[in-house]
């Protein structure tokens, strides 16, 4: 009786999938069990040492009152020559927001920008919450998909052929969410020539995972001509300085998107916590360098879990260049039996990796693509090379 009041716009929302894989797994670990979880997007590392000290600083010299908005102007000057040294950027504070994370900047934006009815081509697959943050806001999502025979990237001859005269904002993210591909430099321009010329169109441009890139630095879209003024670009501190916790992210736009982003903010959440913007202002202000060595973690351990996925039957996958996730296809084991159990999806097959092998991992459905799943290597070596042999048994059980 009680959902029939609940409104149309949660009805219509499904729940975080990688969340309630991760809820499921903490359940099934406090029976006993010995689960490996390879669900969050999460950085094993702690937060450095220097920017907790900055966050310690802060509390003993006061700082524990609201904030403005869209952040401490301290931050929003950081976060403008973070942009300029790493980007080539330019940047003024009044164009910068900070948020309760990267996710509440996507919202903001969209709920901004959209009205009822407007298509939002979501780069697929896709961050699990673009979609239901689109839908939430009035949007129409438009998957725009890219296979694993294109590393997961979508062309722009793709893109031209999916633009409307209703498409308002494209929404993507490099490095990649779920597939760790990253775009590069030549293939950002490429894509920044189709959407410089249409008027009216927007870009989401998600980079929270910017530091975390193997081979080429991460190109920012915004750079290209024509592209400042019609680009939202996303990032914060959760995971290249492993401060997921610290739930802070911004957003850097157009003037007239920021204060509008500002607006919604206020009515919502208002500013985020002060002394984690402190702490902030410590991390971006060190060099990028500093954090190589998780950088350098995350390597070794990609360099380790391809090794082991390319030695079970029936996985395909790329070498991902950035984030750390692997996104194999798994459509092989579609129909394939145990005798007790018959895998038919992505959905029934990350159940039984959780079920049968202790392995928590992701369904492709709500990336966009169902014959898929994510694993996330934020973990040592020693529980994915654990969890491989699990995955590796268990799956040599289907025929």
Known sequence: MSQSYLSQKLLNMSESATLLMAQKARELGNTGVDVISLSLGEPDFDTPDYIKEAAKKALDDGFTKYTPVPGLMELRQAICAKLKRDNNLNYTPKEIVVS???????????LALLDEGDEVIIFTPYWVS??????????????????????YKVSPEQLEEALTDKTKLIIFSSPSNPTGSVYSKSEIEALAKVISKRSGLFVIADEIYEYITFEDKNTSIAQFEGMKDKTITINGMSKGFAMTGW?????????????????????????????????AVTALKAPPSDQDYMKEKY????????????????????NPEGAFYFFPNIAAFFGRTNG????????????????????????????????????????????????????????????
Request: hydrophobic fraction near 40%; include cysteine.
């Open 100 to 110: 309760n994370g990267a996710k509440q900047c996507i919202a903001n934006t969209c």
């Open 130 to 151: 673009y979609f239901h943050i689109v839908k939430f806001a009035g949007g129409k999502p438009i998957s725009l998909y890219a296979g694993l025979d294109q590393e």
């Open 247 to 279: 739930r802070l992210g911004y957003m850097a736009a157009p003037q007239w998107i920021a204060s509008a982003c500002t607006k919604v903010q206020g009515q919502f959440t208002s500013g985020a916590n002060a002394f984690g913007q402190k702490a």
């Open 299 to 318: 390597k070794e351990r990609k360099k380790l879990l391809k090794k082991l996925l390319d030695e079970i039957d029936g996985i395909k996958t790329n």
């Open 340 to 399: 007790k159990r018959i895998i038919h999806n992505a959905d029934e097959f990350v159940d039984i990796l959780l079920d049968e092998a202790h392995v928590a991992a992701v369904s492709g459905t709500s990336f966009g693509d169902p014959n898929s799943f994510r694993i996330s290597y934020a973990t040592s070596n020693e529980r994915l090379i654990e969890a491989m042999a699990r995955i590796k048994k268990v799956l040599g059980e289907y025929k």
